[in-house]
């Protein structure tokens, strides 16, 4: 904790910050703890105990397929009704995981929207709740824990397969897609692998087909043979396959790298900065040990390390603000809500491809300002806004109410002549001390 437990003039700031990167913003009170309190609070080895109140939905099990080939009347009736069932699914998942955001206390579940970015996994294509949820459980249980843990996880995981075609790998008609993947996004990145140790890489992956219950392991379909991969000899399977790439030099600094971009800043960590990581996140690979070193360095701290917030990090933000939750939200506002990140360009459980979303100054375009005003104007309409209504100084108390430290003059004027508290409260956040994390 050296180097952040000072009680220093930026401390607010600097719990905020904490608040933004390994959490959702602050809800009410949390600018009011001190440093090595939010420190121990979000990355300390307590479980989550608001957010494993939220329970996941039930009755995700995929529909019924159609008995027939779709041409009939009573056969097409039946498809729709599936695909039915399947948004109605994903809709509960998504506003069960905006919930549990929402009223998280610990940087767990903010680690495991990173992972879900990080190991990009989209129900488009995979089309069954049930293994979306079950990919979620993981990455939320092993989220600060090993990432080796996680990695082997991820690389037999139901959903992933189905994404990444894993299942039509087999012996003697190799798929490379997920060991290609595995290699460039998940745990290396671009140059530290070779295309034969694509090919290699997925011999080993062979055997993993699904069922109705998910990914099973079949021997007769695994390649056994001889596999050379990243320099090493074997008859390797999938989780050595994975054990391989992570011991890899260069996977420390990828993974490092994408944490840092995440949580710290667009400008990668200098080479004393990453040693110094490196070293935290050892040979264990471990990301809480990882992260409590991260939050200690001068770059966490530096004022110009500001991050663009994300849709679902600006609306949960936004949400445990006016202390609203998703799932107690009417099926009506709830609807609005998912159509507003939609309009942003940033769903749960649907990103745009397998290299996840974007970042940064991406998410500040001015159809994703627009709907970002509409989403801020349906929230706060709902909203106890008292605190507000009744201070003497509204633009403060609404800085107060969002945790933002301060207007900018600019800022300032332009809230100060919004005499509707809502309107007051919407336009503010929206603002750039509000978008932006600084």
């Not at 069954?128 to 600060?144: F, H, I």
């Amino acid at each position: 904790m050296s180097g952040i437990g000072e009680r220093a003039s930026g401390e607010r700031a600097l719990v905020r910050r904490l608040n933004d990167r390994l959490g959702f913003g602050p809800a009410p009170g949390d600018l009011e703890a001190g440093v090595d309190a939010t420190v121990r609070r979000l990355l300390g080895p307590a479980t989550d105990a608001a957010a494993a109140a939220v329970p996941p939905p039930t009755g995700l099990e995929p529909p019924a397929k159609a008995s027939k080939d779709g041409k009939d009347k009573k056969d097409k009736e039946s498809k729709k009704a599936a695909n039915r069932e399947r948004v109605a699914q994903e809709r509960r998942l998504t506003i069960w995981w905006l919930d549990r955001m929402v009223v998280s206390r610990t940087a767990g579940e903010r680690l495991t929207w990173f992972w879900h970015g990080h190991f990009a996994t989209s129900n488009q294509k995979v089309r069954n709740a049930a293994w979306m949820l079950a990919q979620n459980q993981t990455q939320r249980k092993l989220a600060l824990a090993r990432f080796g843990d996680l990695a082997q996880a991820m690389i037999v995981d139901s959903a992933m397969i189905r994404w990444l075609d894993g299942q039509r790998n087999r012996k003697g008609s190799p798929n490379e897609n997920l060991a290609r993947e595995f290699l460039e996004l998940f745990t290396l990145g671009i140059g530290h692998y070779q295309e034969a140790d694509v090919a290699q890489g997925a011999r080993c992956l062979t055997g993993w087909v699904l069922r109705e219950q998910g990914a099973v392991f079949q021997r007769r379909r695994f390649d056994s043979g001889s596999k050379t991969v990243l320099g090493s000899t074997g008859d390797f399977d999938a989780k050595e396959f994975a054990g391989l790439a992570l011991a890899q030099p260069a996977s420390a600094a990828f993974v490092i790298g994408r944490l840092w971009f995440r949580l710290v800043s667009a400008t990668p960590p200098d080479s004393a900065t990453l040693a110094r990581l490196t070293t935290a996140y050892g040979d264990q690979r471990d990301v809480r040990s990882l992260l409590t070193a991260m939050v200690s360095e001068p770059g966490f701290k530096d004022p110009a390390a500001s991050l663009v917030k994300q849709p679902v990090e600006w609306a949960v933000g936004l949400l445990r603000a006016l202390r609203l939750r998703p799932g107690q939200l009417p099926e009506k506002e709830q609807t609005k809500l998912l159509a507003g990140l939609r309009g942003m360009g940033q769903l749960p459980y649907r990103p745009p491809s397998v290299g996840g979303w974007p970042a940064g100054a991406s998410w500040l375009t001015t159809s994703a300002g627009v709907t970002r005003l509409q989403l801020a104007q349906q929230l706060v309409k709902i909203a106890d806004l008292s605190i507000v209504d009744n201070a003497t100084d509204r633009v403060s108390a609404a800085g107060a109410l969002l945790g933002v430290d301060g207007w900018s003059d600019r800022t300032r004027a332009a809230l100060t002549g919004l005499k509707d508290p809502a309107q007051l409260v919407a336009v503010a956040a929206c603002a750039p001390e509000y978008v932006v994390s600084a």
